[in-house]
């Protein structure tokens, strides 16, 4: 469970990365 809960706010990192980026190009 621990572990899934890492990978899931691992993708919403990256999600928040990626909106982040895009907010900035």
């Known amino acids: 469970m621990a572990k899934k ?9 990256k999600a928040l990365v990626a909106k982040y980026a895009d907010k900035r190009a």
Not at 6 to 13: D, G, H, P, T, Y
């Open 5 to 13: 809960s890492a990978v899931n706010r691992n993708e919403m990192v």
